[in-house]
């Protein structure tokens, strides 16, 4: 069966801003509190194991991308390299695990910009704006992702140099109790939770079918945009450390706006506010994107209702499957509180990367562009990351994936069944 086709309209500059918008988000302006109170001072630690294993799948996903340059990611690349099981795994994990990211991103951007009270409407509205966004062609997506990445790193560019030049009485020892004060287990752990501020690197591997010259301009756009990410990361950790030092950062939920505080720079606190609204709507935009393309690959195999494959005439978009996930999206928004559904997420995008991982190891040829020690990293790193997470967390991924695994089973049964 021939399906319609979508547009290739990305170069190497829109594919790395798609990037940046996944990974520069919410988790930037959140996720240092929940490392510091595991590692303290090892955050840092944590922060080189979360980028070391990223990188890992970084080149395990542009590797594949480019030797597989079409919608679906690791959903496509599972079922071409070890199966459709093996597959039909990654692109479940995907799609349950980032529609939950999704509506947390919309809550937390709500979180920053509504009155009290109003988080929820505010929250289904962003959905529905950005969803229309993306409804209406790629190039959209990409040219509203690159403004909000500069009023983002922007934001984080004056909020460190306030953490910096601010005066403040006795300076904070950033590594005060030690990198190791928090143990292995806790490192890992921090390791765990930042983990998921990279994981955006792939969207850029989802948007396969719609980058020009997918061979050469994905790897590349997928190991610069992780490299940025990075080293933006790490100016922040050190930067808030310095200023309020492990067990400040551990003791408050918006640690970017503390360091700014703690010093005369005050001023510049609504920029954090600014910045993490934009953050987590640049999140929120790339992930409704990455999961209408998923969705769009496993409709078009028969693993989600076939419905979603259509592709808009004349936007070139796959306009069912994301207008779905958008209402799915908007329908836990309205019922759900999402912050334990964080771990149920990661559980998710774990097991993506770890199929990734095992998919890209399997290549060889011209299709090898990384030595396979690198996907044999990423693997084993994947599993530890999982096993440092809540014991709820891991449950619920189980039953996640095991829900999944009877729907496709039955599914299967059905269309062998002979029809009378």
């Known amino acids: 069966m021939t399906h319609p086709a979508l547009s290739r309209r990305l170069n190497t500059f829109d594919a790395v801003a798609i990037g940046l918008g996944s990974m520069i988000g919410a988790g930037v302006f959140a996720a240092f509190t929940p490392a510091a109170q595991a590692a303290g001072a090892g955050l840092l630690v944590g922060l080189a194991v979360a980028a070391i294993i990223a990188f890992c799948n970084a080149t395990a996903s542009a590797q594949l991308a480019a030797a597989y340059p079409t919608s679906g990611g690791t959903y496509t690349y599972g079922r ?188 510049v606190q609504p920029l954090v506010r600014i910045g993490a609204a934009l953050a987590s709507l640049g999140a929120l935009l790339a992930l409704i994107a990455g999961l209408g393309r998923t969705s769009l690959a496993m409709a078009r195999e028969g693993d989600l209702p076939r419905w979603l494959s259509a592709v808009h005439p004349r936007y070139k978009v796959p306009h069912r499957a994301e207008a779905t996930l958008a209402v799915a999206v908007c329908a836990i928004i309205l019922v759900a509180d999402l912050r334990e559904a964080i771990g149920f997420s990661s559980f998710g995008v774990l097991v993506y990367y770890l199929i990734a991982n095992l998919a890209a190891f399997s290549q060889d040829g011209s299709d090898r562009i990384y030595p396979k020690a690198l996907q044999m990293l990423g693997a084993v790193g994947c599993t530890v990351l999982v096993a440092t997470l809540p014991f709820i967390s891991v449950v619920a991924g189980v039953i996640m994936f095991a829900l999944g695994i009877a729907y496709r089973w039955i599914r299967l049964r059905r269309s062998d069944r002979p029809r009378s």
């Open 80 to 267: 071409e390299r070890l199966g459709a099981w093996q597959g039909f795994i990654a692109g479940w994990g995907f799609v349950v695990g980032k529609t939950a990211s999704s509506a947390a991103m919309a809550l937390t951007f709500a979180s920053y910009a509504a009155p009290p009270g109003w988080e929820r409407p505010l929250a289904v509205a962003a959905v529905v704006v950005l969803a229309t966004v993306n409804y209406h062609g790629v190039t959209r997506t990409a040219g509203l992702t690159k403004i909000i990445v500069v009023a983002v790193l922007a934001a984080l560019a004056v909020v460190v140099a306030a953490a910096w030049a601010a005066e403040r009485g006795a300076p904070a020892d950033p590594l005060a109790g030690g990198l190791l004060a928090g143990g292995w287990y806790g490192i890992l752990q921090s390791a765990g939770l930042l983990f998921f501020a990279f994981a955006g690197y792939a969207r850029i591997a989802t948007m396969g079918e719609e980058v020009l010259e997918p061979r050469r301009t994905i790897p590349r756009a997928i190991l610069l945009a992780l490299a940025i990410t990075a080293g933006i990361y790490a100016v922040v950790a050190v930067s808030i450390l310095s200023a309020l030092g492990p067990a400040g950062v551990a003791a408050t939920p918006i640690p970017l706006a503390e360091a700014v505080s703690n010093g005369t720079w005050s001023w």
